[in-house]
């Protein structure tokens, strides 16, 4: 990327993404940083979709699992683990709401928060206090969350060694001694990954991604939903809409992933452009979220849209097809549940709230600051539907 090109893209992405397309005399894009994306959102959505392009192993678990049958199964399995963990995280937000003071720095605030309810269902109370630790330390200190510094870099860099140690000796003790039931994320990983194809440091690297892919977009969203609610609804009485809606309207109009990649399995030709096998082409979700004629006023924030029947395009925040995220229904009660702790007999405002975002572990709200104040003796601040 040109140093100019840089600097604009740094700017407002999304401004920078939509000037691609707009530009391009194709409907593949060339993208400056390598690869290609697809503009058309239904063109987009048959790349999602079709076996031909979403067959084998995702990119998502790299190299780390044997096969697309164990790829599916860790997903189920820490998705069903989580599902059934709700009332936990429910009970812990309720004190960490609590806790959180007055004014507050989003998004390593929101960050923090929804770390903090997840931490045990990551790792139960019952793990080596020295993996607790790291892992909590991971949260703070750039494993987990893009660290912006060159030498913060450096210092997660040897956090992340450390706790993978940790963790692979959990792994070793947990295997010798396995439990009749998921006490976390590391035994539902453990439930479904054989010693013979996964060894004990590749089980304890899919823990830490399998812990990064949970809390990073459910802390992004969560940061997504309180400032576009917000900024969205200024004056004093309570917001309009359900908690429920609300996530789903940010989740469309700022959706954190950035980019779905799919690689070509064959020669094609795709959206004007000739595609090699092993070439890489992507799919934009702020892109489609934001066609004309697909959705109704698609820039404008209207968490009343999923109310209405015929107000939606290709809904791709959690992607498409056969490598669909599996914790797409979990993230949204969780977060549903986190905006309803954070809104409960409380007024939410946000001083310097902007909508462009940076690009960091996916599309992320630059920093803010949260004013929550409490409605004491008010009227119950959950809108109908809300919870
Ligand atoms: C707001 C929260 C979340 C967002 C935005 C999100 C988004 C995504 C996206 C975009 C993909 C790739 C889909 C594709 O390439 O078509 C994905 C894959 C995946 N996600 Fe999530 N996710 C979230 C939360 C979760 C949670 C809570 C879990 C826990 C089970 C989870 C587990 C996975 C797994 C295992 C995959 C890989 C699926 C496969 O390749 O078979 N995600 N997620």
Redesign the pocket.
């Known amino acids: 990327m040109r140093p100019g090109e840089k600097c604009r893209f740094r700017r407002d992405p999304l401004e920078y993404i939509d000037n691609l397309c707009r530009s391009s005399a194709t409907q593949a894009i060339r993208l400056p940083w390598g690869g290609y994306c697809v503009g058309d959102a239904d063109l987009a959505q048959t790349l ?1 979709r079709d076996p031909e392009y979403n067959t084998g192993k ?1 990119r ?2 790299n190299e780390l699992l044997p096969t697309r049958q164990t ?2 199964e ?2 189920h399995a ?2 069903n683990f ?1 599902r059934a963990s709700l009332p936990q995280y429910s009970a812990e937000l309720g004190r960490a709401v609590a806790e959180l003071p007055a004014v507050s720095r989003w998004p390593s605030a929101g960050n923090m928060l929804v770390h903090r309810c997840l931490a045990n269902l990551l790792l139960h109370p019952g793990s080596t206090v020295r993996t607790r630790r790291l892992a909590d330390q991971a949260a703070r200190k750039g494993v987990f969350f893009h660290a912006p510094r060159t030498w913060q870099r450096a210092r997660a860099e040897v956090l992340r060694a450390q706790l993978i140690s940790a963790l692979t000796e959990q792994v070793r003790n947990r295997r010798e001694s396995p439990a009749s039931e998921p006490r976390d994320v590391l035994d539902a990983v453990l439930g479904v990954c054989r010693p013979a194809e996964v060894t004990d440091r590749t089980a304890a690297e899919l823990h830490l991604m ?1 812990s990064r ?2 809390v990073v ?2 802390s992004a ?1 969560l940061a997504w939903s309180v400032l576009l609610a917000c900024l969205h609804h200024t004056s004093d009485t309570p917001w309009p809409w359900p908690a429920d809606q609300i996530v789903r309207e940010s ?1 469309r109009y700022r ?3 950035w980019m ?1 990649g799919r690689t070509i399995p064959h020669p094609v030709d795709i959206g004007g452009v000739s595609f090699q096998p092993g070439e890489l082409l992507s799919v934009s979700p702020y892109l489609m979220h934001h066609t004309e004629g697909q959705w109704t006023a698609p820039e404008a924030f209207r968490p009343d849209r999923w109310s209405e029947p015929d107000e939606h395009g290709h809904y791709v ?5 056969p ?6 229904a ?2 949204q009660t ?2 549903t549940d986190s905006l309803n702790a954070l809104i409960r007999n409380a007024r939410l405002t946000v001083i310097g709230g902007d909508t462009r975002p940076v690009m960091a572990e996916g599309s992320v709200p630059r920093p803010f600051t949260l004013h929550r104040t409490p409605r004491c003796g008010g009227p119950d601040t959950t809108p109908q539907g809300g919870e």
């Open positions: 999602l995702s998502f678990f790829q599916v860790v997903g820490v998705r989580l399998m892919a949970i977009p459910i969203s989740l959706p954190t992933p779905l925040t959690f992607g498409a097809g490598y669909t995220c599996p914790g797409a979990v993230a969780l977060l």
